[in-house]
């Protein structure tokens, strides 16, 4: 297994930023159906800490949710900051599991996933099995970060290359177009609402794209040399100066673009 895949998280880090990462989330809720059932049944795959999972109990309060992680970091925050009943009689627990094996062993009326698909290589060989563990009339929605070439990981690569790292980063396969995104859903006989949008991000701070990507992109470089600080050290000088100069910072803060992909998918009833 790479690098990549295996990252090791920080909390902590990843919601320092948790204002603008949630806003996709929010955006891809507001495209998402009514679901089939009174009482639904929903699985969010990467819930990461839970605070955007929360979300879910607050659009369907009377939902049995489960958010998947495989991360015990993010559970641990998970479940101390966000299990329980629900406002309407519903549940929001947590569990781990590996998105890249997870199958529903019951019928989900919906199936979702914030900005996770991104580290499971093939991850598009998955959506018939979730789209088949769909209740008729079900919902599969997620959004994946769409900028990899943006400026933060064009540099990200360079910098590993130099650094004797470029195994640890998977960015070329990472996620697909738009279209084909588009022509696997509804090949899986799903109705699909496919979108891509380019957020600006205002961000403050002193470095703050760099404190973005030490949340996300950048945890498999960090896991990578965490036993080696030096190493460490050095890297993130070269980075910090890199993003500098490509993302200045202005009179209110530093403009940060980031783009990502969207899909709804609803299985037919």
Known sequence: MSAAATPTWDPAQYLRHAGHRARPFTDLLARVPDLPGERPRIADLGCGPGNVTALLAERWPTAHITGYDNSAEMLDQAHVQHEGPSAGGGRLGFAHADVRTWTPEEPYDLIVSNATLQWVPGHADRFAHW?????????????????????????????????????????????????????????????????????????????????????????????????????RDAFLDDYRDALRAAYPAGPHGTPFPFRRIFAVARKEA
């Open 131 to 231: 789209v088949q563990g769909l209740r008729p009339g079900g919902t599969f929605a997620f959004q994946v970060p769409g900028n990899f070439d943006a400026p933060s990981h064009r540099l990200m690569r360079d910098l590993a290359r130099r650094h004797g790292l470029a195994d640890t980063l998977r960015h070329r396969d990472a996620v697909l177009a738009p279209r084909d995104y588009l022509t696997g859903l509804t090949g899986l006989g799903c109705s699909a609402d496919v979108w891509e949008t380019t957020y600006v991000h205002l961000l403050s701070g002193e470095d703050p794209v760099l404190d973005w990507v030490k949340g996300t992109g950048l945890r498999p470089v960090l896991t990578a040399l965490a036993d080696d600080p030096e190493a």
